[in-house]
Every structure is written in C-alpha cells, then in structure tokens.
C-alpha cells in the first residue's frame, strides 16, 4: 500500500488549505484512513480520520474547522482545512490502516501558518 499526500503550503492565519492523500488501493478496503500532525519539537498527534462505515474523528482542536472526506473512484481522502492557526504548523502524513494486514503512512506534507 502506498500513499501520496499533496497541499500543503504557507498560509496566514485565518486562510485555508486542502490536503489530499491518494491510495494505492481501494479506499473502501482499508479500516480506517486519515492525518497525524507533528509539529516542531512535538511528538505525532491524530488530526482527523475516517473509518470502516463512513464515521469521522476529529481531534477536538480542529473540530469545527477541518473537515475529512474521501472519493472513492479517486481512492483520496481530502482534509478541508479552515481558519487556520499558527499551532496547526506542522508535518501532516496520512495514515490508513487495515488490522492486521497494513498500517502504512505517506511521506508527509509541510504546513506552515503564519501570524
């Protein structure tokens, strides 16, 4: 399984970016897919993830703000990011799992939020 992340970039606070992440495999077929965030100095945190049905999680810091979707003919997961903050800076990788098969992450998307 592999995974593309696109979209980051330098924004000012209050702008807004959209993230993609594109599979190798069928979206549907994975457990749950999603980001992790690592920012400067910080240990990797879960920002937002879709799982098995179509639920969605979200860190309680970017609820209201980011929103995940996915694309199943373009096996892509999407992360609206809006309002953006400085602590949003980042590393963002996506993430997608399958218990006991795959637990494989992208190479990561650099976003940078001004004040």
């Known amino acids: 399984v592999q995974l593309q992340a696109f979209g980051g970039g330098l924004v000012q606070a209050g702008e807004s970016l959209r993230l993609s992440c594109t599979a190798s495999v069928n979206i549907f077929s994975v457990t749950d897919i999603g980001w992790y965030r690592q920012a400067p100095g910080k240990q990797r945190e879960f920002v937002a993830n879709i799982i098995i049905g179509g639920r969605t999680n979200y860190a309680d810091s970017v609820k209201g703000r980011f929103t995940i979707s996915r694309d199943s003919v373009k096996n892509t997961v999407y992360m609206q990011m809006s309002d953006l903050k400085p602590e949003d800076t980042g590393v963002y990788y996506c993430?997608?799992?399958?218990?006991?098969?795959?637990?494989?992450w992208g190479q990561g998307t650099l976003v940078t939020v001004s004040s």
């Open positions: 993430n997608a799992k399958r218990i006991g098969v795959f637990n494989t």
